[in-house]
């Protein structure tokens, strides 16, 4: 995934910090889930509060939970096409997508629940692969 909006492994308070800063409701960005493995968080400020959406992944596309009780299951082909939906007005989130906040780390790339530094790590690195 190489979309700039894109954050990783940003902590729910970090994300809070970037998309509260400047005041400016509809600043979103995603992020991976801390608290379910492989599943994306979208974020958006609203009113100095903010909103998560989770996304999780399926075979044939990516959807949003919905936050309210008994609202239909949204699938998308893309991450890219997700975003633009809701960029519109009245799509179903407390307010439309408005301003991205853009990563300034390396490129980072979502597979299920295993992030890759692209540009960052290298084989001298101080990490190891983990298996489960």
């Known amino acids: 995934m190489d979309l700039p909006y894109y954050h990783g492994r940003l902590t729910k308070q970090d994300c809070e910090t970037l998309l509260l800063k400047e005041g400016v409701d509809g600043n979103f960005l995603l992020r991976d889930s801390e608290s379910i493995p492989g599943v994306l968080c979208l974020c958006v400020s609203f009113k100095n509060i903010v909103y998560t959406y989770r ?4 075979k044939h596309g990516y959807y949003r939970i919905q936050t309210a009780e008994g609202s239909p299951k949204q699938v998308f082909p893309s991450l890219k096409e ?40 290298n084989s001298n690195s101080d990490y190891v692969d983990v298996l489960p």
Do not use: D
């Open 55 to 58: 996304i999780f992944r399926e």
């Open 82 to 121: 997700l975003i633009s939906k809701f960029e519109k007005p009245n799509q179903g989130m407390v307010v439309h997508l408005l301003k991205p906040i853009k990563r300034t780390s390396p490129s980072l790339r979502w597979r299920g629940s295993k992030l890759e530094l692209e540009t960052f790590m």
